[in-house]
C-alpha cells in the first residue's frame, strides 16, 4: 500500500487549505484512515480519523470544529478540510492508513501500518 499526502502549503492565519491522502497499492482494503501532525519537537499527534465503513471519530479537541475529514471511496482518497487555521496548526501532516485486521485505535498512531511522506502546512500569524 501507498500513501501520498498533497496540499499543504503556506497560509495566512483565519484562511483554509485541504490535504488529499490517495491510496494506492495491488488491492487496497482499509479499516480506516487518519491524519496526524508532527510540528517542530513535538510528537506526532492525532488529528483526525474515518472509518470506511462507519464515517469519522472524534476529532482532536485541537481541531475540533474547524477541521473536517472526508473520504472518496472510488478514488481511495482521504481528505482533510482545514478551516481557521490557526498558527498553532503550523506543522507537516501525515496520513496514515489501518489494513490490518485485529483490534485498533484509530488515535493511536501505533495501530496503522501504512504512512504516507508528509505535507507541510505553514500558517502566518
Known amino acids: 500500500v501507498q500513501l501520498q499526502a498533497f496540499g499543504g502549503g503556506l497560509v495566512q492565519a483565519g484562511g483554509s487549505l485541504r490535504l488529499s491522502c490517495a491510496a494506492s497499492g495491488r488491492t487496497f482494503r482499509s479499516y480506516g484512515m487518519g491524519w496526524f501532525r508532527q510540528a517542530p519537537g513535538k510528537e506526532r499527534e492525532f488529528v483526525a480519523a474515518i472509518r470506511w465503513s462507519s464515517g469519522s471519530i472524534p476529532y482532536a479537541d485541537s481541531v475540533k470544529g474547524r477541521f473536517t475529514i472526508s473520504e472518496d471511496n472510488v478514488k481511495n482518497t482521504v481528505y482533510l478540510g482545514m478551516n481557521s487555521l490557526k498558527p498553532e496548526d503550523t506543522a507537516v501532516y501525515y496520513c496514515?492508513?489501518?489494513?490490518?485486521?485485529?483490534?485498533?485505535?484509530?488515535?493511536?498512531?501505533?495501530?496503522?501500518?501504512?504512512w504516507g511522506q508528509g505535507t507541510l502546512v505553514t500558517v502566518s500569524s
Open positions: 496514515a492508513a489501518r489494513t490490518l485486521y485485529g483490534g485498533y485505535d484509530l488515535r493511536n498512531r501505533y495501530d496503522y501500518d501504512s
